[in-house]
């Protein structure tokens, strides 16, 4: 395991369509986060899961946006009728619980979407 | 709501010098972490260091060091012997140590440019 994995790192689609994004976390790893970010930017938290029950929201993840983790292993994020101002950086990232002594969060490289 | 602010958006330092980024945070809970993450440029996010907000020793990673003052909610990191390497686009982030409330909130960053 070489730590958490996205598909697709980049996507281009045209304003309208849908598109779904795929993160593959550390295997042992029960916490799973999305978050968004734009150039310059912080990352904006989206929601996270612990093992496959989604715990929170974020206000930002409109009714467009939906997240999944099936199983408690890989999650999928999906953005339907995209926007021009959907385009950003949607970061994945996994950690271990509170009770298992988990604290730091491990991100992979991300999908870049450009919505046109 | 806790909120994590960076007000210097770009930093510079020579090679083998020394160079200190601010973050200050605001919460009104007592038991936290903070953490500095390194994003170098269209690569993954990467922990540098943490901080356990019940600990007063301030932590340190090799040439990474923090200035951690709990009163003044400000979280400082020192990168000494300023390497190429550590040019990047630096997040300093907060998490709650609430068993349910762990997701980061990110600061909008910081980039930081050694010159040879």
């Known amino acids: 395991d070489t730590g958490v994995s996205q598909n697709p790192r980049h996507k281009i689609t045209k304003r309208g369509q849908n598109v779904t994004f795929r993160c593959d976390p550390i295997?042992?790893?029960?916490?799973l986060y999305w978050y968004r970010q734009t150039l310059g930017q912080g990352p904006e938290f989206l929601t996270y899961f612990q093992n496959e029950a989604q715990l929170e929201k974020s206000r930002l993840l409109s009714d467009r946006f939906s997240a999944e983790r099936p199983k408690g292993s890989f999650s999928t994020l999906e953005i339907q009728r995209t926007e021009q101002g959907d385009s950003a950086m949607y970061l994945c990232?996994?950690?271990?619980?509170?009770?298992?002594?988990?604290?730091?969060?491990?991100f992979g490289q991300g999908t870049r979407l450009t919505v046109v | 709501a806790q909120t994590v602010t960076q007000s210097q958006p770009e930093m510079s330092v020579q090679e083998a010098e020394t160079v200190t980024l601010s973050c200050t945070y605001d919460t009104s809970e007592s038991d936290y972490y903070l953490f500095w993450y390194k994003q170098p440029p269209s690569r993954q996010m990467i922990l540098v260091i943490r901080q356990e907000a019940y600990k007063q020793q301030n932590a340190t990673e090799n040439r990474f060091s923090v200035n951690f003052q709990k009163a003044a909610k400000s979280f400082s990191l020192k990168i000494s012997d300023s390497q190429l390497g550590d040019a990047a686009m630096y997040f300093c982030?907060?998490?709650?140590?609430?068993?349910?409330?762990?997701?980061?909130?990110f600061g909008a960053g910081t980039i930081l440019r050694v010159k040879s």
């Open positions: 990232a996994s950690s271990l619980g509170f009770n298992r002594g988990g604290t730091e969060a491990f």
């Open positions: 982030a907060y998490r709650s140590a609430q068993e349910y409330g762990n997701k980061l909130v």
């Open positions: 295997s042992e790893h029960n916490r």
